[in-house]
């Protein structure tokens, strides 16, 4: 397999190097995340994904519409990898790391990444109620000092502060 940019993949983790991934594979072809490889199963469509995503995430968010709209085989595979990456579906088991510990670290990395404190705060959010504590939260954040700088460790704090604006209005 030839990625986008003409380098050979070797297995699956290199193939996520092109902006289309779905055209890489053949549309009746999906990602199996728990055995790690591309299997021969019908596609579904952008409805059945939206739908999906809704029962697995509890909501849609607006991308996820353009998405399904515009390649549900690409949608189809993204939501795969992040329910399987962040402990959505299935949850790990035990002795790995937990769904709660693996939103801290994409909440640290939006952070890092300069994403929209809104971002950050819905995996933080979902951190907390996987049973993540507050001290771990900014505990996550702090470990972002050295390595990522003073912009992102503010990040994550505002995205704390956040959520307890909202807990407060609630």
């Not at 994904?49 to 991308?63: D, M, N, S, T």
Request: proline share 6%; charged share 20%.
């Amino acid at each position: 397999m030839i990625c986008d940019d003409g380098l050979a993949a070797a297995n699956l983790d290199e193939v996520w190097c092109g902006p289309h991934v779905s055209d890489t594979f053949p549309p009746s072809y999906r990602l199996d995340p728990i055995v790690n490889s591309i299997v021969d199963t019908p596609a579904l469509g952008g409805d059945e994904v939206l739908r999906r995503i809704e029962q697995r995430r509890g909501a849609v968010l607006p991308v996820h519409n353009l998405m399904a709209e515009l390649d549900p085989q690409f949608l189809d595979l993204f939501d795969e990898m992040y329910c399987h990456t962040l402990g959505v579906d299935p949850v790990p088991a035990d002795g790995r790391l937990s769904a709660s510990y693996r939103e801290l670290i994409c909440a640290c990395a939006c952070a890092v990444a300069n994403a929209p404190v809104t971002t950050i705060a819905r995996h933080l959010r979902r951190a907390l109620d996987l049973g993540l504590t507050e001290q771990e939260a900014i505990d996550g954040f702090h470990a972002l000092l050295i390595p990522c700088g003073g912009l992102a460790v503010a990040a994550g704090v505002r995205a704390m502060m956040l959520l307890r604006d909202q807990a407060a209005e609630a």
